[in-house]
Structures are given as structure tokens and as C-alpha cells.
Antibody
Framework: QITLKESGPTLVKPTQTLTLTCTFS??????????VGWIRQPPGKALEWLAL???????RYSPSLKSRLTITKDTSKNQVVLTMTNMDPVDTATYYC??????????????WGQGTLVTVSS | DIQMTQSPSSLSASVGDRVTITCRAS??????LNWYQQKPGKAPKLLIY???SLQSGVPSRFSGSGSGTDFTLTISSLQPEDFATYYC?????????FGQGTRLEIK
């Protein structure tokens, strides 16, 4: 059974760096084709894709946020970490990590974490 | 970026109704179109992938169609648990994008 869970601070100050950890089970990020992504959702708004890391350490970033994002993996710990620099109140959102569907071409997310709400405020 | 536009933004319907939600891409995305359902306070749930393939465990009253730029999600007979927000997502580009969502409400 695949599960994912996000963890990190619930409150960050403007200009600070956010570090979120996705801890997963039921699959390995050393298996060919596997990927884990991050998606966020401001309160009452739509979903926004942020980043994706593949089993081979290939990485993809949202063009609009690329300069602020870094995604890494720790295969031994079954974790994926997302860092976002220079946080702003507009970055207030629920942040989700998700597993890339292996049986489908392209990036489709079939398992999601429960999400973690991050508020940016001084 | 590939822009995804859903219509309508909100929709009121009754239990038992047949409902259709539309998603349009700003360029051709072949069949790289997926649909998710999201209930308040919950993570999105994958319903349909590759435009028309039903994700395992999803009821058969959900169906998807389309290719190129125009796609539809159809719920054949609304059930009480179907009232939620629905998002389309293109997976043609590695930089995926979502539609703005369609909120399905009880009439």
C-alpha cells in the first residue's frame, strides 16, 4: 500500500526558506520510472504543480518558481525534500506530495499525501 | 506553459442527474489529460487518466472523452458523494498544469 505524508513548519516568516519533507512507504525511489512531485493549493484556489524528482535524480520545476525551488531525495530514508526560498504571504497554501503513476505515460499522480498547510506571516 | 480552461466554474445539479464538465487546452495535448476529484479538506483523487481510462476503484458512472484540445468528464448519474470540485490536468508537458476547477454543488 502506497502512502505519503508531508511534514514541516506550519508558519514561516516572509523572506525565510521553507523546507518540507515527504516521507513515503509502499514504493522505492530507486525503482525505474518512479517519481515524487510537489503540488500546492492556496486557500480556496486551484492546484499548482511545483516540482518533480525521478528515480534517476532527474528533476523538473515549475518555470515560474524554478529560481526558488530545490527538490532532493534520500532513497535510504524514503524521503523527498522540497525547499522554497524567499517565502512571501502569497505562498500561503496547502502543500501536497504525490506519487507518479507508473503505468501511465506522462506525469499523473495516483497517490497523494494528506497535505500540510503552510502560512507565511510576520 | 499550456493553459487549461474548465467550464463551467461552478455547477448545481441534483442526485441522479447526468453532468458534463469541459476542459480546453491552449494547444493540442493529444490524450494527455487527467481528471481529479477533490472534497473539502482532502487531497485530490485521480479519477480518469489518458483522457478516458478509469483509475482503479473509481465507479463506472465516471467517464472521460476527448483528444487534442477539447475534453469532457461525464458523471452519468450523480450520487451524493460526487459533490466536490473537479480539476483537469495536462500531462503532455513535463511541466504539468491544472485547470481552475469546477465546483459541483447540490441543487
Amino acid at each position: 500500500q502506497i502512502t505519503l505524508k508531508e511534514s514541516g513548519p506550519t508558519l514561516v516568516k516572509p523572506t525565510q526558506t521553507l523546507t518540507l519533507t515527504c516521507t513515503f512507504s509502499g514504493f522505492s525511489l530507486s525503482t525505474s520510472g518512479v517519481g515524487v512531485g510537489w503540488i500546492r493549493q492556496p486557500p480556496g484556489k486551484a492546484l499548482e504543480w511545483l516540482a518533480l524528482i525521478y528515480w534517476n535524480d532527474d528533476k523538473r520545476y515549475s518555470p515560474s518558481l524554478k529560481s526558488r525551488l530545490t527538490i532532493t531525495k534520500d532513497t535510504s530514508k524514503n524521503q523527498v525534500v522540497l525547499t522554497m526560498t524567499n517565502m512571501d504571504p502569497v505562498d500561503t497554501a496547502t502543500y501536497y506530495c504525490a506519487h507518479r503513476h507508473l503505468a501511465v505515460a506522462g506525469t499523473v499522480y495516483d497517490y497523494w499525501g494528506q497535505g500540510t498547510l503552510v502560512t507565511v506571516s510576520s | 506553459d499550456i493553459q487549461m480552461t474548465q467550464s463551467p466554474s461552478s455547477l448545481s445539479a441534483s442526485v441522479g442527474d447526468r453532468v458534463t464538465i469541459t476542459c480546453r487546452a491552449s494547444q493540442s495535448i493529444s490524450s494527455y489529460l487527467n481528471w481529479y476529484q477533490q472534497k473539502p479538506g482532502k487531497a485530490p483523487k485521480l479519477l480518469i487518466y489518458a483522457a478516458s481510462s478509469l483509475q482503479s476503484g473509481v465507479p463506472s458512472r465516471f467517464s472521460g472523452s476527448g483528444s487534442g484540445t477539447d475534453f469532457t468528464l461525464t458523471i452519468s448519474s450523480l450520487q451524493p458523494e460526487d459533490f466536490a470540485t473537479y480539476y483537469c490536468q495536462q500531462s503532455y508537458s513535463t511541466k504539468i498544469t491544472f485547470g481552475q476547477g469546477t465546483r459541483l454543488e447540490i441543487k
